[in-house]
């Protein structure tokens, strides 16, 4: 089996985008349009469904930017807007998890942080992104590389809340 690093590169480019558009959506609006995607609600257990930092704003710039910018590498805007979609979906997932577990909002949990967020797209949109499974696995890993180094220096930058 093969790397497709033109493959690898423009995945991780979008992933990349997905995951950082709600960062500086924030940062350009402030708390305007911050609405919380779960309106608030609590679970079972009495801790937030979600938590007040998923927001729809977020939701909304990450499908947004990255359906906008997926024709500049080649894919199809529908491709763009679905591994969005399913970007933050594992987003979603890891911290209705998180709040299972009981971490606080915005609470550091690595593993938890960024693989689903990674992986459910690229399993999903491996087909038509031409990944195979060791190009997703890559891209799973690049990304998470990425966080560890990058958030520190966006946090610097204020444009992160937390160098994590």
């Known amino acids: 089996m093969t790397l497709c690093w033109q493959c690898i590169v ?7 985008i997905a995951n950082g558009a709600p960062v500086l ?19 079972f257990d ?12 977020g939701l909304f710039a990450s499908v947004l930017m990255t359906m906008l910018l997926a024709p500049l590498v080649n894919i199809e805007m529908f ?3 679905s591994l969005s979609v399913m970007a933050m979906l594992g987003d979603l997932l890891a911290s209705f998890c998180k709040r299972r577990l009981g971490y606080r909002e ?16 690229l399993l999903v949109l491996h087909q038509p992104l031409e990944l195979s499974m060791l190009d997703v696995m890559l891209c799973v890993l690049l990304f998470f590389g990425l966080e ?3 958030s520190p220096m966006l946090y610097r930058l ?7």
């Open 46 to 57: 009495k801790r937030p469904l979600f938590g007040h930092s998923k927001t729809w704003r």
């Open 79 to 81: 491709y763009g807007a």
């Open 25 to 43: 959506a924030r940062k350009l609006f402030g708390s305007s349009f911050g609405w919380p995607v779960d309106f608030g609600i609590a679970f």
């Open 106 to 121: 915005s609470s550091r949990c690595r593993m938890l942080d960024t693989i689903p967020e990674a992986l459910l797209p």
């Open 10 to 16: 423009k995945t991780f480019l979008l992933l990349a």
């Open 158 to 164: 204020h444009i992160r809340k937390r160098p994590y």
């Open 148 to 150: 560890i180094f990058l």
